[in-house]
């Protein structure tokens, strides 16, 4: 039989980019000294009370135009309560469906060989918990991480497939990134994703939830490839259970993705499913939304990526594959746009930065904070090119040296001796000291291998080192075999 | 010369003229105190070593008062009269009593409670009963049962309260005083420790109504730290009592005052209502107009099963963070949900976790909306129904309870159902986050009673106006327990 693959997503995105925690005005930075960015409501002191970040709701509200979402009349926030020590209040301060949360049923499009959609089933602002680190002696909570914004997504289960999943939060992280919300880093721990995974039988009607299979979920999936991963193992799984007549085997249940065996194990049935009493949270009055904040959020939402890849496409003459890789990185589009403003040659400006900037960070494994090559350098890069003041062989070797040395291509340049020849006159004598020193190079070419021509060059090119112009020197070169 | 059994204006006025100083004041109401811990159980904390504070022109300068043992006090042992904190001694105070001591009110001692509140008795504090001054057989009713007898006793002029279904204003009316919450949001939340936040109310403990305006306009103001207060700066509660009530309007409640809805009364019942309509002609003398309304009894008798479900459901999620990991005495146990559930077994007293289980009844999933949801819809019916009365009258005046204090053996919780919209009435006014103010109308059987108004949220400057008016009238302003009889 044919299975359809139905897998929703819910992904957790930590923003980043507030000063303050969502309900408390201790600094949204957990990566400070251990239990350093508290307040007393991060560690539920009684008598402390929460009070909600307005800049955290924006980013949220944010998030939820983009997403082609509702937006609520007004915000409510609840409690959902249960207990376990990375929780200090004994409950999370979070939105579920009823009263609406910061946004309700979107339809977004994804690029994932080609337009996909998915239906967004909602999406709301929470607080994260501490984090913890547990040792065979004991376990460690560091309440830095208490109270950090958190925004959950929820999306229905319309993706078909592992690469459509990952296609989308790939998106989503690019959006969060371009939208100034959060940096999205999953190695931060800034992204954490609960996958959930049906088969059914494709010959049936997607549209009847009766054909649907069972659900599994799995939790504290954390990287985009383990999403990948734990996706596909699940698919198998539950096919090999399907084929050979167990469907009974496949449970509502939640598992766990185990990084070290590679497969997802059993946390706990549905049956078992916890109920969290979930309530309006009385501390906080529900807040009107004027219909002016969403207005002026809308006008401030920055060029997304898929906005800045046609922009590249139509204007700048760039390929597709190339727009794609840029825009993937917000950081690397910022550079690209920044090399653009400055003036430089924007199918160049691409090349370098797609091949050669790239393609140095993944080889040197570093960040992208790391470099300290600037758009302005780059631009110096290239005009020294242009310009013919050192050769593209050179300006690779340059660009090796500048991308995380501080200096500036023309420090490079004068430091290695590296101009470049130009000179005619100059390698037109060069050109004739290599013909006396190869007259049986001579006699080949005048028998008809005119194609030795390219060997001479190389001969010029190894007596300057490098500096001759290669144009130059292979026109030389030509001439003056034929004078000969 | 004893200062503390007079009333704020003119404990200040002797303060000014030079007649005492403050160390005088703190060292009568510490040597009170230790009197009255004796007799009534009434303190938590007696904090010996307290400073002087600078009489300056605020009222409240270099007086004493009492605070409340459920309110967070820097660098004070504060418990919530509860094993649970019986070591916690606080790192920040709450944003009332941080007013006060800005005012220079000078803090006393910490009185006793129901365990977080979650009580009307005063006799399920860890640190043991609270007895009634008046009675010392006899109950302070509470939840601010230390708060009611150290007031009562002259310890000091007032003392903090809170209230969240009618523990400032019941203790009061047992005790002979006098005792109001104001708007919900006046005063600032931030600090006191949690029962149910929806309904809970800082306030204020006192010998008179003039006091309460005082003690109020030195707590209230909005805070940054919680988002339930409101600016009241334009609001001058003390400065606004003048005593002129003329045109204004109080109604009473048939199904709740006439002495026919309740066949089995007793004479103590009986005394307490014909007493209540004494106290409707003094209203009537002092020139409010005062009508009986009717209400549909139905929905008055849904008050305390309205107040029960919302309650337990907000404080079982409230003290949640009651676990021992981070502060409180940290039970033992192989794993932490273990070393949890011996800290909390041990912890509260057995009152307290029948409320949690009821709490977390009426909001597990296949319960919430028969029970949670219900209250929250008959919660609005009957603030509707009060906002109704609103707008033809001034306020409500109820009689507080149903009769004095009662014996402490022989009484338990249980309610008496023919009765129990008279006891519990009160809670209407934390629904709707009403003005509400309780003073002494009055003896029945040689124990104190009291009667409430309660007005329209942020009408707070007309309730008590109206019941200065009616306290003028009557004879037990100021009123102490006589040291003979205590």
Redesign the interface.
Known sequence: MKYRTMIGLEMHCEISETKTKVFSSAKNDFSEYPNTSVR?LD??????????NKQAVRMALMMSIVLGCKQPKYLYFE?K?Y?Y?DL????QITQETKPAPIGSYGVFEYECNGKKSVRINNIHLEEDAASSDHYPSG?RINYNRAGVPLIELVTEPDFRSADEAVAFLENIRSIYQYLGISEADSKKGQVRCDVNVSLMDASLDENDPKNWGTKVEMKNVNSFGAVREAINYEIERQTELLNSNKKDEIEQETRRWDEESRTTIRMRSKVDAI?Y???VE????KFKIPNSWIDEIKNSIPRLPSERKEDYINNYGITDYDATIIVKDKRVSDFYEECIKLKANPKKASNWITTNLLGNINKLDLEFDDITLTPSMLKELIDLVEKKEISSNQAKEVFTDILTSGKTPREVVKEKGMKQMSDEVEIIRIANEVLDENPEAIEKYKKGRTNIVDFLTGQIMKKTKGTANPKVARTAMAKEIEKR | MKYMDKSIKEIHEALKKGEVTSRQLIDESIEKSKIIQEKCNAFVTILDDVKDSEVTDELLSGIPYGVKDN??TKGVL?T?SSNT?KD?V???T?TAIENLSKKGAVCVNKTALDEFGMGGTGTTCHTGIVKNPWDRTRMCAGSSAGSAAAVASGVYPYATGSDTGDSIRKPAAYCGIVGYKPTYGMIS??????F???LDHCGVLTRSVKDAAIVTDGMKGID?????SWDSSDIHLYDSIDGNVKGKKLCFIKEICDINNYPNADEKLKKHLENFMKTIEKCREVGIEVEEVSVDQKLLNATPSVYVVISC??A??N?????G???GPREEGER??ES?KNYRTKGFSPLIKRRFVIG?YV???QN?DRY?HNAQRVRRLLVDEWKKLFKTYDGVILPVGTGPAKKLEGSNDILDKNTSVLEEHLQIGNFGGFPSITIPNGFVDDLPVGVNITGNCFDDINVLNMAYALESSMNYKGQIVRSERS
Not at chain 1, 43 to 52: E, I, Q, S
Not at chain 2, 189 to 194: A, E, I, M, N, V
Request: net charge positive; aromatic share 20%; proline share 12%.
């Open positions: 007393p560690m539920a002191f009684p008598g402390t009370l929460p009070t909600v409690r309560n207990y020590p200090p209040k004994g409950f376990s109920d009493k979930y309530f009385p501390n906080i009055p | 309110y967070s504060s919530g904190l916690y606080p790192f920040f709450a939340r931030y600090g006191l420790f949690p149910a936040s929806s940054k730290n919680d988002m339930t459901a907000e079982t999620s003290m949640s963070n009651l676990t990991f981070i502060f932490w949900n949890l977390s909001l597990q999933a919430k949670f």
